[in-house]
């Protein structure tokens, strides 16, 4: 019976289909017919949902892996930009070393003054005259040159948060002169590089972030001011300088402070220096231009310096501060600790 089901539907599916029926052994009836009509008419369907099912998940399969292939490229094309841009930024920083470098190198070329004997330690004001034989200044030949480097704190404005910050500076002594370079990390991976100088009475202050971005370049009468007081108050790196009469004179004031006033590539500037007990250098102020809102504008500064050392026979600072007075109250704003001072090195690092 079974067989014989199987033959009619056969010969329906054939009929359907337009062929020519196998003959079965019993005609089937018409709603075997159509319920095998049913049959195949579902199986097609069946086949065909599953084929559209399969081609969809295909198609969806190729669509991910074209999202996957976007992410990972964006992601390596965002690597690849990240590695430029600090492989600029890293050559910017080599080509900053090397500029400070060039300066330090200028500075150190500078003709010098024809000789002149120092002065009289007799001649000096007092306190000074103290100061010198204390720091061995007054039995050392003459120093040409220091070169050092500090570690410490500094603040990029007033009431700001206080910045770590790296240096080296370089001096000469004839003719006076300063080049310093310090690195400020104002937050992780950003720093601010800036490069102050005084050459031939010159002074240019020159600020970039992360060694590429010019932020400040400046120059001026106020800059050669600021710059020459700096070097005054720094002098004591190299104190042999401060008893050449050819770019420095004294004058007395009391028991514990003088007057100091330099004189480079035509300008001046003066200074009062403050001596503590040891007789060594406690404090030195000035009328200094700071800058407000881009305009030069005189405010009383004070420079200390303390835990004096010796190298190669004479004593020199190895902590120095700076501070403006507004409103009669010294607000600091960089706080140096020098690590290394070499004297008679006339060269870069």
Known sequence: ????VADG?????LAGSGADPVPPTTAPDRGTCERSAVTAARVRASTAHRARTEREGEKRMREKGKGKAMLWFAVFAALAAAGVLGLVVNLQGLRFERRVARDARALFAQPAAPPAAPAALESLPAPVRRYLEVSGAARHAPIRAARLRHGGTFLAKLGGAPMAVRGEQYLAADPPGFVWWGRIRAAPGVWIDGRDRAIAGEGNMLVRAASTVTLAD???????QGALLRLLGEATWIPTLLRDPRYV?????????????????????????HFGPDGLPARFTAERFRDVDGKGVLTPFTGSCADFREVDGVRVP?????????DGAPLPY?????????????EPW
């Open 334 to 346: 960089a706080q140096w600790q020098v690590e290394r001072v070499e004297l008679d090195r006339a």
């Open 318 to 326: 190895f902590r120095l501060g700076a501070s403006w007075v507004i």
């Open 9 to 13: 539907a056969q010969a329906c599916i």
């Open 218 to 224: 400046a120059r001026g009468p106020e800059l050669d």
């Open 249 to 273: 004179t004294w004058a007395p004031l009391d028991e514990g402070s003088a007057r100091a006033t330099l004189r480079v590539g035509g300008r001046e500037v003066s200074a009062t220096f």
């Open 1 to 4: 019976m079974a067989l014989h």
